[in-house]
């Protein structure tokens, strides 16, 4: 008879710097895996190397979370029927949570394997915790429009939704245009809106400020460029 398959959903480190903010107990379940689906391969190496010096990395089975879905919910089904114990580790946080992961999860949970969530940082969560906004009712929105106009018109009705039923809104952007969803922020919201920036989370240059729009404006404001951060908006 075929042993029930498990799945590990492994947190990764926000900052590499900050190993030590992730708990102990992940390396008890990463040393019992058999198999690993990860966002990126080499990175995913290097930091179960740096958590469990001792890893043979090639004694282990490794896939790479990509496009070919089709392809990879094959294997990753044959896994599971064979119960083998995986491991699914995103880039950083939690998989699932604005990461890749949750088809496999979904996949893990059709095939009634056990399904084990591992608590490690998720950088929604903890920009929420240290905002000071309403920690009761909440939405992620995750990234928004690239363009001008899409952005400012996304940031309007997250607004109004935020000011209609006392919502906390959560939204990110790729790290090198940080200054200008910021900028839009300023241009578009209300000058009572309240703004939390959470950037470099867990790390040595962690930044975290709640202030409204009318404030931010008085200066001085932070140069996000290149540095990962959660918005978080309360009308």
């Known amino acids: 008879m075929t042993n029930r398959a498990t799945l590990y959903l492994i947190p990764a480190f926000l900052d590499e710097a900050s190993l030590h903010v992730l708990p102990p107990y992940l390396l008890d379940a990463i040393k019992t895996c058999q198999v690993f689906f990860v966002e990126n391969e080499r990175s995913a190496r290097r930091y179960l190397k ?75 969560l903890l920009a929420l915790m240290a905002s000071g906004l309403n920690g009761q009712q909440f939405r992620f929105s995750g990234y928004l429009p690239v363009d001008a106009p899409g952005r400012a018109r996304s940031l309007r009705e997250l607004e109004n939704d935020s000011q209609a039923r006392h919502c906390t809104e959560i939204f990110m952007d790729t790290p090198y245009r940080n200054n ?25 240059m962690e930044f975290i400020r709640t202030r409204t729009v009318a404030e931010w404006k008085a200066g001085p404001l932070p140069d996000l460029n290149k540095q990962p951060t959660i918005f978080c908006l309360l009308a």
């Open 50 to 124: 740096s958590l469990w010096r001792e890893m043979v990395i090639d004694d282990y089975e490794w896939y790479t979370l990509h496009k070919a879905e089709e392809e990879l919910r094959q294997v990753f089904g044959e896994k599971l029927k064979a119960g083998k114990t995986i491991g699914l580790i995103s880039e950083a946080g939690c998989p699932g949570i604005a990461d890749p992961g949750q088809l496999l999860t979904d996949a893990a949970h059709r095939a009634d394997a056990t399904v084990v969530p591992l608590v490690g940082p998720s950088s929604i």
């Open 180 to 204: 200008q969803l910021f900028e839009t922020i300023l241009q578009v919201c209300r000058p009572s809106t309240k703004i939390c920036i959470a950037a470099n989370l867990t790390g040595p």
